[in-house]
């Protein structure tokens, strides 16, 4: 079993910038893929960024530009950085990882989410 803990969310200003962080740990694995999501009150939960354990990413439209997702392998740690902040991109952020147990055996879970309010 993996788990995710989230951190880095917080009060932010339009304009401004956050770094989120998801740490993954539990028993023997291999990560596959870790990815951000969000949910805004009343909204569907949504990808925003998404990373693959060889460096190939993909960007929601409205995070282009914007936010950049990296990860640190040896950590099994992925980070977000935001910038340039909208008061829109007021969401619980979430973790989601894919990894490996074993040969052919792949899972899925999530973090606990990590609020990120964009507000004057």
């Known amino acids: 079993q993996v788990q995710l803990v989230e951190s880095g969310g917080g009060l932010v200003q339009p304009g401004g910038s956050l770094r989120l962080s998801c740490a993954a740990s539990g028993s023997t694995f291999s990560m596959y893929s870790m990815d951000w999501y969000r949910q805004a009150p009343g909204k569907q939960r949504e990808l925003v960024a998404s990373i693959t354990s060889g460096g190939s990413t993909d960007y929601a439209d409205f995070a282009k530009g914007r936010f950049t997702i990296f990860m640190d392998n040896p950590k099994n740690t992925v980070y977000l950085q935001m910038n340039s902040l909208k008061a829109e991109d007021t969401a619980v952020y979430y973790c989601?990882?894919?990894?490996?147990?074993?040969?052919?055996?792949?899972?899925?879970?999530w973090g606990q989410g990590t609020q990120v309010t964009v507000s004057s």
């Open positions: 989601n990882a894919d990894y490996y147990i074993r040969a052919n055996v792949r899972e899925n879970t």
